[in-house]
């Protein structure tokens, strides 16, 4: 089923806090190219701690696209947690349209706006993003985000 499917913090925070887990995303552009990005640490606490993002141990081909969100809070239109001084245009999550874990305000943005063909229109900025691989300007086509126990830290 193509759209946005999203389990929600909270499910996240139980499946991450029961035993070490992997998160791999799997993105593709509009020309049919595809890379990814493997995290082997990968935890949200949570909504006490506003869901914050645990996340390291980088390895694949689109560039690190979270090193940047890793120890920040998650951020919606109605519970502001990015670190943009409010003077200079306060909130991540509304100015991009997303839900995420923005900082001042992100490196990636999988949950922003779906532009067809990739093109986002000028200085927006508010696609669906990886900006080592593709920068700010291009909406990614199609992309998965997926979870598996890490074996190699598995606690016995």
């Known amino acids: 089923v193509y759209g946005k499917h999203w389990l929600g913090n909270n499910v996240i925070h139980r499946l991450t806090n029961q035993d070490h887990y992997t998160l791999r995303t799997e993105m593709t552009d509009w020309d049919k190219n595809s890379r990814y990005a493997e995290y082997s640490t990968f935890v949200v606490d949570d909504e006490d ?3 914050k993002l645990h996340i390291g141990g980088y390895e ?3 560039g690190d696209g979270m090193i940047k969100h890793n120890n920040k809070k998650f951020s919606t239109r109605d519970v502001d947690n990015d670190q943009v001084v409010k003077e200079f245009g306060g909130s ?3 100015r ?3 839900a995420w874990w923005f900082y001042k305000c992100y490196q990636s943005n999988l949950k922003g706006n779906y ?3 990739g093109k986002i229109d000028d200085k927006k900025y508010d696609g669906v993003t990886w900006k080592p691989w593709t920068g700010t300007n291009y909406s990614l086509k199609h992309v998965e985000k997926k979870i598996k126990p890490n074996l190699e830290r598995k606690v016995t």
């Open 96 to 98: 991009f349209h997303a």
């Open 92 to 94: 991540c999550a509304k």
């Open 115 to 117: 532009y067809k063909n």
């Open 49 to 51: 701690e506003g869901y």
């Open 60 to 62: 694949g081909d689109a």
